[in-house]
């Protein structure tokens, strides 16, 4: 069974740097992609970043493109997200996701991890 648990989140300044980490486990995800969504208040889950667990292959929303980094560790089935520069509109639950190769959606999910940023 796949299992998804995020940490890192909390309150920081505008400005400030974060770094989120998503422990998976339950399998090898091999050929598999893994990803990064968010949720504002009021606001519909958006896509965040992603990244393929064999080539490492990145992915990003234009929102976040050139502040967030996403990077996985294979050794210790580790997904995180770099968070630089971050501002208020950064402020959601971010969530970790996962995709079976070949899949067209993302299907396993974390719980979730409060990211508030303070003007």
């Known amino acids: 069974q796949v299992r998804l648990e995020e940490s890192g989140g909390g309150l920081v300044q505008a400005g400030a740097s974060l770094t989120l980490s998503c422990a998976a486990s339950?399998?090898?995800?091999?050929?598999?992609?893994m990803g990064w969504f968010r949720q504002a208040p009021g606001k519909e889950r958006e896509f965040v970043a992603s990244i393929t667990w064999n080539l490492g292959t990145t992915n990003y929303a234009e929102t976040v493109k050139g502040r967030f980094t996403i990077s996985r560790d294979r050794p210790t089935s580790t997904v995180y997200l770099q968070m630089n520069n971050v501002n208020p509109d950064d402020t959601a639950v971010y969530y970790c996701?996962?995709?079976?190769?070949?899949?067209?959606?993302?299907?396993?999910w974390g719980r979730g991890t409060q990211v508030t940023v303070s003007s």
């Open positions: 996701a996962a995709r079976r190769g070949g899949a067209r959606d993302f299907n396993y």
């Open positions: 339950g399998r090898t995800f091999t050929n598999w992609s």
